[in-house]
């Protein structure tokens, strides 16, 4: 029998491409693991239908009842309204747009439910069990098909006035830069991304300029990946140099602005991009002792995360421990 004190979450990240559902308690220790295609293009009933079915599973897995489980934790990207737990739009899930998802949640399981941007449940994720653990004062960066982030500060998750804070993917760099997918101009998002390099080198190649990325493409621009890009940097493929530097660039002018602002201990870089590893954090980390100022710079490190694409699941689970501690404080 499992103490109320030590009664495990559930934990779900709910992506544009696939939902994660665990069975999670305190140590971090993961009991049962569920995973199912998101099929967001069918809309957010169906996609919340399925969301539930590997809730179920999971449950099942550990075999546990729901009285046993202390809360639901969910990790969603988009603007989120965390206060209300809607999700007022997402650009991984077309569609949803101001949908109550931990209300529906809440309703259909009958447990405390909680919702967290995804970004911010990383950071949470890796503060509690990853490369940032112990440190009060953090910064997550995740740098995949567009980048995000989640802010510790002191220790605990800063998710500003409404909820939404760490959206550092849409800090602007360059005032005349391209237009991101959020509609602004200039964004991080827009100038450092896994979409941004590959929409470089589509623009470049569409222009005649030779790369061997077509020959990973089969000449089929639509294909181009920012891990073809990787693959041919790393040959010294002269095109996905000069993006793969480009990006580096933009990269370290936004980090240099995040330890300006915050003075973080450590930011920690997460995300598929982020496996490009020192081709892309070498150059990004140049530019940062260019560019910060010279106090925070001395603190301050910049490594890589540790959890990989479980970051979001677990930092799901932190949310709904934390939330509940300080519950438990307030009576």
Known sequence: MIRSNQR????VDLGGTKIIAAVVVP????ISRSYCLTLAEEGPKAVIERLLSA???ALVGAELKNSEI??????????????????????????????????VIAER????????????AAALGEHRFGAGKGL???IYLTVSTGIGGGIIIDGRLYTGTDGCAGEIGHMTIEAHGPQCNCGNFGCL????????MTREAVRRMGQGEPSSIAELARGRLMDVTAEMIAVVARQGDKMACEIVADAANYLGIGLANLVNIFNPEVI?????????????????????KERAFKLPLRTVRIIRARLGSNAEMMGAAVYVFDQQLAKRRKT
Do not use: F, Q
Not at 8 to 11: F, H, I, K, T, Y
Not at 80 to 103: E, M, Q, Y
């Open 189 to 196: 998002e827009a100038l450092a991304s896994g979409s941004a």
């Open 70 to 103: 202390a809360g639901v934790g969910m990790a969603a990207a988009g603007i989120i309204d965390a206060k209300k737990g809607v999700i007022t739009t997402s650009p991984n899930l077309p569609g949803w747009h101001d949908v109550p998802l931990r209300d």
């Open 27 to 30: 140590d971090g220790k993961v």
């Open 109 to 120: 399981i009958g447990l405390a439910t909680y919702l967290v941007n995804d970004a911010s």
């Open 268 to 288: 920690v870089i997460g995300g598929g991009v982020s496996s490009m590893g020192n081709m892309l954090l070498g150059p990004a980390r140049k530019v940062v």
């Open 8 to 11: 495990p979450v559930l934990a």
């Open 55 to 57: 809730v179920s599973e």
């Open 136 to 138: 009060g004062n953090l």
